[in-house]
Structure formats: C-alpha cells, structure tokens
C-alpha cells in the first residue's frame, strides 16, 4: 500500500497568515499521462469531507482561490494565502493512483490562534 | 446536484453482519464511468478505503478486508449496499459513501454524511 505522509499534524495560524501543509507518498503518484493522483479534503468539524484540490493542483468547484495545491511525484503541498476562521478542521491528502486501496494521510487540524 | 446518504444499524455486536446502504441522487449509476466507493473513518483515527462499485458492476476491494466485504448496486434503486461480515469493535468507525467522478480527472468529489456504526456487545 502507498504510505501518505502527513506534516505538520496540527497547525494554528492567525488569521490572515498562510499555511502550508505538506504530504509525501511512498510511491510516486505521477501517472504517465503527466497527472499526479493526490487530492486535498477539508473536514470541517461535525461535517463529512469537502474535496478541495484534485490532480495534485486543480480546484475544485466552488473553492477558494486562497487554496492551492502543488507537487509532483512523491512531494505535495497545499497552501492556503491567507487563513479564515472558516478554514478551522482537519486537512487530508489522498492518492488514486496506486490502488486498491486508496490510501489517506493521517490528517492535520488546523486552528485559528 | 449529487447527494448521497448513508443509511443502516448505529449499533452491531461482534461476529455480526453489517448491511449499509448508500442512497444517492444527481447521478446515475447506469452511466459509463460512473461509481461509488466505500470509505470509514475510526474515531480519532484516519480514513480508511473500504470498496468501490462501477457502472459496469466491476468492483474493487481493500486486500486488508477483502475477504469480508461485498459490494451490490440497484440502479433502479439508485441505491449502493455494502456488506461487511464478523464485526469487531475495532470496526467501530464512521463509514462514508462518496461518488467517484469518472475520466481522467477521477476524483471521490461528493460524500455522503456518514453514519457512526458501534460494535459492541
């Protein structure tokens, strides 16, 4: 199975600031249609996942452009410009590339300071 | 827009089977490339990729929990059924059905909103 690799786990950022998360495979998730297979999901608290970015760096519909994601191969990274006090919940990778199993990173909580 | 919902038994006691449908709207499942999956989430823990059922019936499953799960579709239903046998409490999770978007940009775009499952005697 592909190991997602989640850090920081948990983060608290002031409003206004910028936040990175970063997430590492075990294998590459570069398809050789040039696409990397990770996605970005925010589970805001008491609500089920919200997919954020798809193929590692588009957004989905819908999000905010304050969201970002980037990487390729076995490093990515979503960032976020400049945090609101809605982007409090927990962060989470995803591949599938190398399935099955879809595997998930381990999550990062994000507060607000 | 596609909705889906998880419905089933909040309270399982080991050795038991655990039947949960997932009954969606917005898409159909008679659709080329069309599917949905099977995800759960432990408490405190990370998510976990249960099972996927296609359009065309194929059907994947977790190597880890092969044995144990089936997954079924109605399409005249618009319903999704996952099984899963032997129950122990450390299959106490929240479990999620989500739609995979199709083509090469495949993504699980829509979730359900999940449904708490307690095993426990």
């Known amino acids: 199975d592909v190991v997602m690799t989640q850090s920081p786990l948990s983060l608290s950022v002031t409003p206004g600031e910028p936040a990175s998360i970063s997430c590492r495979s075990s294998?590459?998730?570069?398809?050789?249609?040039?696409?990397?297979?990770v996605d970005w999901f925010l589970q805001r608290p008491g609500q089920s996942p919200q997919l954020l970015i798809y193929?590692?760096?588009h957004r989905a519909s819908g999000v905010p452009d304050r969201f970002s994601g980037s990487g390729s191969g076995t490093d990515f990274t979503l960032k976020i410009s400049r945090v609101e006090a809605e982007d409090v919940g927990v962060y989470f990778c995803?591949?599938?590339?190398?399935?099955?199993?879809?595997?998930f990173g381990q999550g990062t909580r994000l507060e607000i300071k | 827009q596609i909705t889906l919902k998880e419905s089933g038994p909040t309270l399982v006691k080991p050795t038991q089977t655990l039947t949960l449908t997932c009954t969606f709207s917005?898409?159909?499942?008679?659709?080329?490339?069309?599917?949905v999956g099977w995800i759960r989430q432990p408490p405190g823990k990370a998510m976990e990729w249960l099972a996927l059922?296609?359009?065309?019936?194929?059907?994947r499953y977790s190597p880890s929990l092969n044995n144990r799960l089936t997954v079924t579709k109605d399409t005249s239903k618009n319903q999704v059924v996952l099984t899963m046998t032997n129950m122990d409490p450390v299959d106490t999770a929240t479990y999620y059905c989500a739609h995979r978007r199709g083509g090469y940009d495949h993504t699980y775009d829509y979730w359900g909103q999940g449904t708490l499952v307690t095993v426990s005697s």
């Open positions: 995803m591949q599938d590339l190398q399935t099955p199993p879809v595997t």
């Open positions: 294998q590459s998730l570069l398809h050789r249609n040039g696409y990397n297979y």
């Open positions: 059922i296609y359009w065309d019936e194929d059907k």
């Open positions: 917005g898409f159909s499942l008679k659709t080329s490339g069309e599917s």
């Open positions: 193929l590692a760096s």
